[in-house]
C-alpha cells in the first residue's frame, strides 16, 4: 500500500504547487494588462497561455530526455489541448448569466480555426510519419520546423487580427514603473513555480503507471495532462470572477497552439529518434477529438446558442464532454 500511495503524493504535491500558481498568474496578467494597454484577450493568448503551458513543456522535455518517455511527452501534450477544451464546460456551467459562447468576442474563431491546423496536422504526421516518411533532419523529424514555422504564422495573424480590431492600442490605463515591474515579477515567479512542479510530473506519471498497471500513453493522456493543466483551471475561474472572460477563452485556445510548439520543441529534445514516430499512433485519437472539439467551438462561436441542457450547460458544452469522454476511453484501450 506504501508503495502505492507515494507516486500518487508526489503526483499530487506537483498537482498542487501548480494549482497554487494559477490565481497569481491571473492576477498579473490581468495587471499587465491594464499598465500596458494591451487587451485582455492578447495577455490570455500570449502570456497566460505561454505561462500555464509551460508546464507541458518542461514536462515534455523531461519525458523525452531524462525519462525516455515518449508516450508521456506526447500523451500530455494532445492530452492537454483536449482538456484545455474540456475546461469550457467547466466555464459555460459557471457563467450563469447567459452561456460563455455568447460573452466572448468572436475572434476567438481564428485562434480556434489555426489550432485545428495545427493539431490536425500533428495526428496526420503520427500516423503517416513512420517507416519510409520518417524523413529527418539528424535525430529531428523534418516536420518539425513545418510545425514551428505554422505556430509562429497563427501567433502573427493573430496579432494583426487584434491590432486591426483595435484592441492593440498599446494607449491603454497605464501604470507606474513600479507596479508594471511588479506585476511582472509576480508573473514570472509564479511561472517558475509551475516549472519546478512540471519537471517532476513524468516521473511521478511513469511510476504510477508502473504500480497501477497501467499503459504510459493512457497516464500521459489523462492524468499529466489534468495536472498540466491546472494553471488553465485555475485561470479561468479566476478570470471568470474578474469578469475577463475574453481573457479565459484566449488562454484556453492560445494554450493548444503553444502545445503543438511544446511537441515541436520536445521533438528536438528527443535524441533516440523522431519522437511523433516513437510514440503510439493511438494519441492520434486525441488529437483527432481536440479538432472535433475546436470545430465545435467555431460552431459555438457563430452560433452563440442560448439554451442550456438542464439548465445548466449549453448542448455545444454538451458535445464537448461527450466527445472528450469517449476519446478518453479510445486512448485507454488502443494506447500501448
Known sequence: MTTALLPWSKFLICALLIGLAGPVLTRSGDAIARLTGLSRSWIGLVLLATA???????TGISAVAAAGAP?????????????????????????????????????????????IILIGFVGAFLLIGRGALDIRLGHVSIYTPFLILLY????????????????IAFTGEKGTE???????????????????????????GLEIAEVMGWRASFVGT??????????????????????AVDMAVANLLGSNLFDVLVIAIDDIAYTDGSLLASASPAHAGSAFAAVIMSGIVIVALLYRPGARFLGIIGWISLSLLVVYLLSSYAIYLLGH
Do not use: K
Open 52 to 58: 500555464t503551458s509551460l508546464p507541458e513543456l518542461f
Open 178 to 204: 513600479t507596479g508594471l515591474a511588479g506585476a511582472v515579477g509576480r508573473y514570472l515567479a509564479a511561472a517558475s513555480i509551475v516549472v519546478g512542479a512540471g519537471v517532476w510530473l513524468p516521473f511521478a
Open 152 to 167: 509562429f504564422v497563427a501567433m502573427r495573424a493573430a496579432f494583426f487580427y487584434e491590432r486591426r480590431a483595435g484592441t
Open 71 to 115: 508516450n508521456i511527452a506526447v500523451g500530455d501534450a494532445l492530452g492537454s489541448c483536449v482538456f484545455n477544451l474540456l475546461l469550457l464546460v467547466l466555464l459555460d456551467a459557471l457563467s450563469r448569466d447567459e452561456p460563455v459562447y455568447r460573452r466572448v468576442d468572436q475572434g476567438h474563431i481564428l485562434t480556434a480555426a489555426f489550432g
Open 222 to 243: 489523462l492524468f499529466i495532462a489534468a495536472a498540466t493543466s491546472l494553471p488553465e483551471l485555475v485561470v479561468i475561474v479566476a478570470a471568470l470572477r474578474l469578469g
